[in-house]
């Protein structure tokens, strides 16, 4: 049977995780795969983290079977931090927690295609390189549209309407709530608003990933345009990722909400979604939701969260800051938010950053500004202007 397989790519974003460790250069800069690092370089297990490990480490009691919803107390600790202290929609919401972000995309993508399998989803890009696989492989139909230009750094947003506009009703609209990945370029609210009357008009639904809450502008600012949206239309998704703002990337911690127009939507999606996770992973993995819900559940380690979080940010935010002011060119960086910017170059510049340089980014252009310390701005500017990028 094996035979009748094709040989597939590795996943050329997880595969620069080992040729960054494979690299021996004494300074190599990792701005590759999406995580935080301090100022040692280090992706740390957070303050908060270490001590609900350490609370559930002597007060777990059982490793017994939860169910496909998986943390409940979890999924309702993180909606305020979401969705706001009481939103207008809060009764039609529903949620079920996910192994991590992405799936919540899968699960939703699934729940999408239970319910209207000629449903497609419109896609800006460039996007995060996962989303259109994972539509795809839960059989719905991807509609690509330019979203913005990389050259001039700017958000194409005539496409945007134009593809809203030419869409059916019952089109999926993916949107990142916050710290677009992979560029760093939010749509301002005033965008967000018109975006939000067409998904009205046009009878779309949003679908939101927001996997950056946090790590733009802080959590509130963050959630602003996700909670407009929801105020606004009748249906949405949303497929929430706690793996960066609590520093939980390899425990898998996710949520997927719906909003739904009636009671009894909500019940047919509760029950679609419970009945879909049982066929994909049965039941999600507990530790990294029994941490989360650990610190929510305590103000003293929910406040050394926030804290903790708030100092990530101002990191990420003073790196951008420091590579603007060190090139006029780069000015723009000081204006996107969360971990990526991604500069215009071809894939063999990429590649010859990585080789002549021991500077790692994404064959797409993408940089992780989490992965920098102020002071590499000077060595990352020269080998971009050796490499003709500036
Ligand atoms: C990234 O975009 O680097 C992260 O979301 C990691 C991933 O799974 O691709």
Request: net charge negative.
């Amino acid at each position: 049977m094996f035979e009748e397989l094709k040989n597939r790519p590795a996943d050329s974003l997880l595969a620069l995780i080992k040729a960054f460790q494979a690299d021996e250069r004494a300074g190599k800069i990792d701005l590759g795969v999406g995580v935080y690092r301090d100022a040692m370089g280090r992706t740390p297990v957070m303050r908060a983290v270490k001590a609900a490990e350490q609370f559930l480490l002597e007060t777990q009691d059982s490793k017994k079977y939860l169910g496909p919803e998986g943390d409940l107390q979890f999924v309702r600790l993180l909606q305020p931090i979401v969705f706001g202290k009481s939103p207008t929609f809060v009764q039609r919401l529903v949620g079920i927690q996910t192994p991590g972000g992405s799936g919540a995309l899968r699960l939703g993508a699934e729940l999408i295609q239970t319910a209207n399998p000629s449903a497609k989803v419109l896609l800006g890009t460039p996007s995060w390189p996962n989303h259109a696989p994972i539509f795809g492989s839960a059989r719905l139909g991807v509609k690509e549209y330019p979203f913005l230009d990389l050259t001039s750094q700017q958000v194409k947003f005539e496409s945007v309407i134009e593809a809203l506009s030419s869409a059916d009703p019952g089109d999926v609209v993916l949107l990142h709530g916050c710290c677009h990945n992979p560029t760093g370029i939010d749509f301002t609210m005033e965008e967000w608003r018109q975006i939000a009357e067409l998904l009205v008009a046009r009878k779309l639904m949003p679908f939101i990933d927001l996997a950056y809450q946090g790590l733009g502008d802080g959590l509130e600012h963050d959630a602003a345009p996700t909670r407009m949206i929801l105020e606004t239309v009748d249906e949405a998704l949303i497929a929430y990722s706690c793996d960066k703002n609590f520093g939980l990337y390899r425990e898998r911690v996710g949520a997927l909400y719906a909003m739904a127009r009636t009671a009894d939507d909500i019940g047919k999606a509760e029950s679609n979604m419970a009945a879909l996770a049982r066929v994909n992973w049965s039941m999600p993995p507990d530790h990294g939701a029994a941490i989360v819900r650990t610190i929510l559940e305590s103000a003293e380690m929910s406040a050394m969260w926030r804290a903790e979080l708030e100092e990530m940010c101002e990191r990420v935010n003073d790196n951008r800051a420091a590579l603007a002011a060190a090139a006029p060119d780069l000015a723009f960086i000081s204006r996107q938010r969360g971990l990526f910017s991604n500069l215009a170059m071809s894939r063999e510049t990429a590649a010859a950053l990585r080789a002549r340089h021991g500077i790692y980014m994404a064959d797409s252009g993408r940089m992780n500004l989490a992965g920098m310390q102020p002071a590499d701005a000077g060595a990352i500017i020269t080998a971009l202007r050796a490499e003709g990028c500036l």
